[in-house]
């Protein structure tokens, strides 16, 4: 995601081409509203076709992450935990798996 941003922001236009057919997010240790508006979205659903997200509650690891993320005084679910917080916030081309 952040390579995708920065690419974006050393671009003149301040956009990304669409590069990829598919992007997967695979247990993804990110915030679950990352994919929203006003997010990061642009980078990752404006550069691919389709973005599938790859989510599991019983994904421990997450948990583990949600755990670690406290020192920083951050507390938030997961994606690969929980798949995107709101479908209906996120683009079209943005799909959830659950793999539970």
Do not use: Q
Not at 34 to 59: H, P, T
């Amino acid at each position: 995601m952040n390579a995708l941003k920065k690419w974006a922001d050393d671009s003149n236009s301040g956009n990304m081409p669409l590069i990829f057919r598919n992007i997967f997010m695979i247990a993804a240790d990110v915030k679950n509203d990352v994919l929203e508006d006003g997010k990061l979205v642009r980078f990752i659903a404006n550069s691919a076709r389709n973005v599938v997200v790859y989510y599991a509650k019983d994904d421990f690891a997450m948990t583990a992450s949600k755990i670690a993320n406290i020192k920083n005084k951050t507390v938030s679910r997961r994606m690969g935990m929980t798949g995107p917080r709101k479908m209906h916030k996120v683009p079209g081309n943005v799909y959830k798996v659950d793999c539970d």
